[in-house]
């Protein structure tokens, strides 16, 4: 399940803590976002591992600081971590809008780095 965060100080904390992060910065008034929703929520379930993968949700409306610390200017945006520092991912440092086909993709690749560093 995705992780809400209500401060910088919980995504600094989740980043420190966990090897890749992907964070969903949405908002309650966006169709796209509350279409794409449950497709991140399912990808969230499917492949979080406790300290190597984990989703994170921020809510631009009630964290604007965040969203401003990283240039969020359209939702929903998913933007993905390695070690606490922003990456790219199938060439996507973001993927902007509902893009299922993208995110989906994008988790997939990390869910492989996060087994290919198990072995």
């Not at 966990?18 to 497709?39: M, N, Q, S």
């Not at 929520?41 to 009630?62: I, M, P, R, W, Y």
């Not at 070690?83 to 440092?93: C, F, L, M, R």
């Amino acid at each position: 399940m995705a992780q809400h965060i209500s401060s910088s100080s919980a995504l600094d904390q989740l980043l420190a803590s966990t090897t890749y992060v992907v964070v969903d910065f949405y908002a309650d008034w966006c169709p796209p976002c509350r279409a794409i929703a449950p497709i991140f929520n399912s990808l969230a379930t499917q492949h979080s591992l406790e300290g190597k993968l984990q989703f994170a949700k921020v809510n631009v409306d009630e964290v604007r600081q965040l969203a401003m610390t990283y240039g969020i200017t359209a939702m929903p945006t998913f933007l993905f971590f390695k070690d606490g520092s922003q990456v790219e991912i199938n060439s996507h440092t973001a993927i902007c809008g509902a893009d299922r086909q993208a995110l989906v993709a994008a988790v997939e690749q990390m869910s492989k780095l996060v087994q290919s560093s198990d072995n």
